[in-house]
């Protein structure tokens, strides 16, 4: 197939690149998610954290191998197709598209759910379509709009971290709290299958460095930029959520007497007061409604883009705005298919859900970088040796098991959404007698 003649706009650093999967990661992400973390993993939030990171850096890795040579717009759907096969290359991308999907809708769900705590006279269903609406008007001004917003509410979210630190830290000095390891290690209720539980929700809070891969080629030097915006994002995102919850253990021990739906809020009064709950409300509000809804819209908008470009999607997924160069009948849809989907399902279902297309495409992409580096390609030295064999096989082994240990709910809904992607394959391809559609990236710098 012959490549498109339109192009993204280039505009994007690396530093640009950073703040896109950090605030697409959220920063006060335990400040929403906290108590869904606390039953299943028993207290022990950090080492959930902590597994999620050290999954996601090994499969970090085989992301930056794989932008380093095909700095292209798609994600695991692109890197996959040009890894193994185009079929699945597709499958991979499908079923991250389900991730994608839900993630502006759990960010609506949440910025809705504490949109009503703050102003109790605003129903909860205007919050999610003027989010959509204005989400997806600046997805089509462009993602440098995108990335301004970004800065301003990462400046937000680290006053209102550094404030919780201060507090905790001022409490430690008073002697009213004292240091403890609950948050990592619970001896009266371990169990590291709940651990594993509660990571595999927290996988949605990295699953910006994902994102970053589906900017490169709105990347400025994306064979380098890329993956280095993909590992740094992981490392600084992670050693925050780690150490944040390690200091929520601090000030409440006796987990199991906070209110699950607002654990992290009711931490928050016990070292800041009401001023600071207040405040990270309207936070929470800005960074899931606004910052996290804006840039998962960013994101499927591209993998939907690359689809369509290579024709085994519409083609009219493939449109850029004449002006603004943004994919815009896909932002479109995605806004629509958000709008529906946050009118429609709970926030407990989509948080169940919401993990599984992701960590199979983990899995898949992880042996993709063996196939093509290793088995296939070149490999003499012991550092090709762990670049592209120890490492993906690290990081596909941590994701499965993860993955093994998702609800009965994601896996069927998950087994569902693979099945459909997998009928769109067959009759595009008329039950595999003509070869899947794939981009021509050879005639591309």
Not at 62 to 81: D, E
Not at 237 to 249: D, E, H, K, R, S
Not at 330 to 338: F, P, Y
Not at 355 to 378: C, D, E, H, P, R
Request: charged fraction near 10%; hydrophobic fraction near 50%.
């Amino acid at each position: 197939m012959e490549s498109t003649t339109s192009e993204l706009k280039v505009s994007l650093s690396t530093k640009d690149l950073v703040i896109y999967g950090v605030t697409f990661m959220i920063p006060v992400a335990p400040l929403a998610f906290y108590g869904s973390f606390l039953t299943p993993a028993n207290g022990m939030v950090s080492l959930a954290y902590l597994v999620g990171m050290i999954a996601m850096l090994f499969t970090g890795f085989s992301y930056a191998t794989m932008a380093g040579s095909y700095p292209f717009s798609g994600s695991v759907y692109t890197y996959v197709q040009q890894g193994t096969t185009a079929g699945l290359g597709f499958i991979s991308g499908w079923g991250i598209v389900l991730d994608y999907l839900l993630i502006p809708t759990i960010t609506y769900l949440i910025t809705q759910s504490f949109g009503k705590s703050l102003i109790p006279g605003i129903p909860g269903w205007v919050w999610i379509v003027a989010l959509v609406l204005f989400n997806t008007v600046i997805n089509i001004l462009g993602v440098n709009i995108v990335t301004k917003i970004s800065w301003a509410l990462i400046a937000l979210q680290a006053f209102v971290l550094l404030a919780f630190v201060v507090g905790t830290v001022t409490a430690l000095i008073q002697g009213t709290i004292h240091p403890n390891v609950v948050a990592f290690y619970n001896p009266a209720h371990f169990n590291f299958q709940g651990v594993l539980q509660a990571t595999g929700i927290v996988i949605v809070s990295y699953l910006g460095f994902d994102a970053v891969s589906t900017l490169s080629e709105e990347a400025e030097n994306p064979y380098h930029s890329v993956g280095r915006a993909i590992i740094l994002s992981i490392v600084s995102i992670g050693l925050l959520f780690v150490f944040i919850t390690a200091l929520a253990g601090f000030v409440a021990p006796d987990y199991q007497n906070l209110n699950s739906n607002t654990a992290f809020l009711g931490i928050l009064d016990r070292v800041g007061g009401a001023w600071l709950v207040k405040l990270a409300d309207i936070t929470i509000i800005l960074s899931f409604g606004f910052a996290s809804g804006q840039e998962g819209q960013t994101a499927v908008s591209r993998i939907l883009y690359a689809m369509g470009r290579d024709g085994v999607l519409p083609a009219s997924l493939a449109k850029l705005h004449k002006r603004y160069q943004t994919p815009v009948v896909a932002i479109v849809l995605v806004g629509l298919v958000s709008l529906v989907l946050s009118l429609a399902l709970s926030q407990n279902m989509v948080s169940n859900l919401v993990s599984f297309g992701a960590l199979f495409g983990f899995m898949v992409l992880n042996l993709s970088v063996i196939w093509k580096f290793y088995i296939t390609g070149q490999h003499s030295t012991v550092g090709d040796f762990l670049k592209h064999c120890l490492s993906p096989l690290i990081g596909f082994g941590v994701s499965a098991w993860i993955f093994l240990n998702l609800s009965l709910d994601a896996k069927l809904v998950g087994a569902s959404w693979l099945a459909v992607g997998l009928v769109i394959l067959l009759v595009k391809t008329r039950f595999f007698t003509v070869r899947t559609p794939k981009l021509d990236f050879t005639s591309k710098d």
